[in-house]
């Protein structure tokens, strides 16, 4: 990703002004990424590297009002957010969160949020990053019918990347045991090791916390909300809440639906748990900008996927005209 030119950033600008408001009009924009790498990665495509990350915070360090989030969402509340204002977050609680953003972000003076899901702390890993991991490994011919998945010709990257997408698509929206248990077979046939250095530590979020990022919680397990019974998915909120607050010694009260989408992922049901947990703010991965008629338990938020400067930059901008109002 190149910085903008003169004419470019000239462009997001008058876009920004354009679409946004402030006060009682204005709208908010979060955007949400997960990890960032230390250089790209053909298997990980949407995942901006340190080079792109920091062009991106630079660009809209220069053209929004970044806010932390609790500050923002109050704001909004009580009608005087700024135009343009905008916040950072990341999902899951990656290790590079601290290793490699941090220090761009301090670099800019970007707050940002951090979700973690407490479970894969100090050495875990998600299934969807062991399927990764293992296919990465995996041999050109990778049999995995026996499972109840497919034979998988793995000839490049391309074909590793499509075989990742596929076999984390049917195995995403089983119980918390079984995809677990899929995912571990799978890295057993690679040579995989169970322990792993993806995620955060106890340290790194107690860091991040010292260092001015909001900690907000993202369950135990990651579990899709709707694929478990209520009463574990109250478990799993509070869980998650109460030992980020032991290692940081700070309230938690931010909150991100696991893969967010609304109806599918999580319903009125989690909503409603999310207030009696005591969290002020939830956030969603539906797509759009929030409003002051907004559920604040339901925010939605944008995935800066751009390969450009420019195209980041208008995403953000054209973000604002999209008032989004989600109702699980």
Known sequence: MKSLSRPESTLVRLASRAFSRTGRSATLVVLIFHRILAEPDPLLPSEPDAASFAIQMGLAASQFNILPLSDAVARLRDGTLPARALCVTFDDGYANNCTVALPILAARGIPATVFVATGFLNGGRMFNDTIIESIRRAPADFDLRDLGLDIYRLTGDAARLASVEQVIRKLKYLGVRERLQASNQIAARTGLAEHSDLM??????????????????????????TAIDAVTAREEMIAG???LEAITGRPVNVFAYPNGRPNLDYDSTHVTIAREVGFEAALSTAWGAAHRQSDFLQ????????????????RIATSYAQRKFITA
């Open 200 to 225: 955060l530590t106890d340290d790194q979020v107690h860091r991040l916390s010292k260092s001015g990022i909001q900690i907000g919680a993202h369950t135990v397990n990651h579990p899709i909300l």
């Open 299 to 314: 925010i939605p938020r944008i995935a800066p996927w751009d390969k450009t400067g420019l195209r980041f930059g208008l």
């Open 241 to 243: 809440k109460r030992r």
